[in-house]
């Protein structure tokens, strides 16, 4: 059974840089697909990139070219660098397995991009 953690999220002006973590308990990390995912207030929840077990990655349209997913299989971490970051990525951010899977779902972290 695998527990995701987010971390990182905070208050950044438009233009500026974060950078997100996911930590997995359990030993089974390496063996799954995982993805970042974001849900601003009155949206649906969201896939924003996406890495496969052989590090192959995966992104939303409006975020190619400024985030980059990345793991860490021995260190069961995954991050995702955000950069450029500007207001409409205001958003919960969470880690999950992609596909993802309701057992999962923490807490997310939340990032606020100020104009």
């Known amino acids: 059974q695998v527990q995701l953690v987010e971390s990182g999220g905070g208050l950044v002006q438009a233009g500026g840089s974060l950078r997100l973590s996911c930590a997995a308990s359990?030993?089974?990390?390496?063996?799954?697909?995982m993805a970042w995912y974001r849900q601003a207030p009155g949206n649906a929840r969201e896939l924003v990139a996406a890495?496969?077990?052989?590090?192959?990655?995966d992104y939303k349209d409006s975020v190619k070219c400024r985030f980059t997913i990345s793991r860490d299989n021995a260190k069961n971490t995954m991050y995702l660098r955000m950069n450029s970051l500007k207001p409409e990525d205001t958003a919960v951010y969470y880690c999950?397995?992609?596909?993802?899977?309701?057992?999962?779902w923490g807490q997310g972290t939340q990032v606020t991009v100020s104009s």
């Open positions: 359990g030993s089974t990390f390496r063996f799954n697909a």
């Open positions: 999950n397995t992609r596909p993802a899977s309701s057992v999962y």
């Open positions: 890495i496969t077990t052989g590090g192959s990655t």
